[in-house]
Each structure stands twice: as structure tokens, then as C-alpha cells.
């Protein structure tokens, strides 16, 4: 599966934004897929998942603040983020089935 990672930007602290993730793969196909993280200077970290039913989950720091949703019909996962905080900035990738889109980065500026 080939995974594209897209719609990074610099927001100011309380905006949103919305990343796509575009698969090669019917993602009805796909178990889990996984949107990661990576804090300059931290770990990359997984912070939402959806499986194949829809059914999706969050890590406390994103909770009620992000939100996971797909088009079947194109294949891809959307992530949406509002209330952006300063400690959202990384670069943030979409996983599954092993395999890893690129990267976009997502800036919220002290």
C-alpha cells in the first residue's frame, strides 16, 4: 500500500486544519490505520487510529480535539484538528499495513 500524507500548514494557536490521508488501498482493506506524530526532538507517537469499521480512538492530548473521518469512495482518511496548541507542531504521518506516507508538517507558533 502506498500512503500520501497531505494538508500541513502553520496555523495560529485556536485554528484548524485538516490532513488527508490518500491510499492505494481500499481502505475497507485495511485493519488500522494510524496517524502519527513527531515532536522535534521527541518520538514519533501515535495519536489516532481508525479500523476498518470506522470506529476510531485518540490519545488524551488529542481527545476532543481531533477528530477522524474517511471517504471510502476516494480512499482516504481525514484528520481533523481544531484548537491547535503550540505543542501540536510536528510532522505528522499516516501508517498502515507497515507502510509509512511522508511526512507534513503542521506549525501552531507560540
Known amino acids: 500500500v502506498q500512503l500520501q500524507a497531505s494538508g500541513g500548514g502553520s496555523v495560529q494557536p485556536g485554528g484548524s486544519l485538516r490532513l488527508s490521508c490518500l491510499s492505494s488501498?481500499?481502505?475497507?482493506?485495511?485493519?488500522?490505520l494510524g496517524w502519527y506524530r513527531q515532536a522535534p526532538g521527541k518520538q514519533r507517537e501515535l495519536i489516532a487510529a481508525i479500523d476498518n469499521s470506522g470506529e476510531s480512538n485518540y490519545v488524551d492530548s488529542v481527545k476532543g480535539r481531533f477528530t477522524l473521518s474517511r471517504d471510502i469512495a476516494k480512499n482516504t482518511v481525514y484528520l481533523q484538528m481544531t484548537s491547535l496548541k503550540p505543542e501540536d507542531t510536528a510532522v505528522y504521518y499516516c501508517?498502515?499495513?507497515?507502510?509509512w506516507g511522508q511526512g507534513t508538517l503542521v506549525t501552531s507558533p507560540a
Open positions: 501508517s498502515a499495513l507497515g507502510h
Open positions: 488501498e481500499n481502505i475497507l482493506n485495511i485493519n488500522i
